[in-house]
């Protein structure tokens, strides 16, 4: 298993990559636990039907911060007539090595409709916001929609880690 790691350089300027249209009902809001848990547990199970395996409980883990480990995240929401539903989750950790998006989760159900790349969005302003040169993502090359977005996403592949 090989993982690819992605960069994206960030700078002053803002490109009209990153002004993505999201879909009208649909809002992102910062993650403040343990007020979001249950949302981070719904959005863990629905999206994780169907695809590699990962418990709500090592998702939640992700999301606390640690000595060495600020972590930040935002969740993507849709509006539904029984109220809203979460629909996506961007983190970003930040170490001594620099700003990484060790999570981000989207709801099969709403795949390629922009709520990943407004997530991403989100993640690389708060990078900017902080006075980050760089922000890294790294992903599985056998998830291969992944290694897809993100060079779409304006990220550039950086190289490959061997985790052996």
């Known amino acids: 298993m090989t993982v690819l790691r992605f960069v994206r350089e960030l700078s002053a300027a803002v490109s009209a990559q990153e002004e993505p249209t999201p879909a009208a009902d649909v809002a992102i809001t910062p993650v403040v ?13 629905e999206a994780r039907e169907g695809t590699v395996s990962f418990s709500a409980q090592g998702l939640l883990a992700e999301l606390e911060s640690r000595d060495g480990r600020q972590v930040s995240a935002w969740m993507a929401w849709r509006s539904a007539t029984l109220g809203p539903r979460p629909i996506g989750i961007v983190m970003v950790a930040e170490t001594d090595a620099g700003l990484s998006i060790p999570w981000l989760l989207v709801d099969p159900d709403v795949r390629r409709q922009g709520v ?10 708060h990078a900017r916001s902080i006075g980050a040169p760089r922000i890294t993502a790294d992903t599985l ?3 291969v929609e992944s290694g897809a977005f993100w060079p779409a996403a304006g990220f550039s592949l950086a190289g490959t880690i061997d985790p052996e």
């Open 116 to 125: 990943a790349r407004t997530l991403v969005t989100t993640a690389v302003r």
């Open 33 to 45: 636990m343990p007020r979001d848990r249950a949302a981070v547990v719904c959005l863990a199970e």
């Open 141 to 143: 090359d056998s998830w």
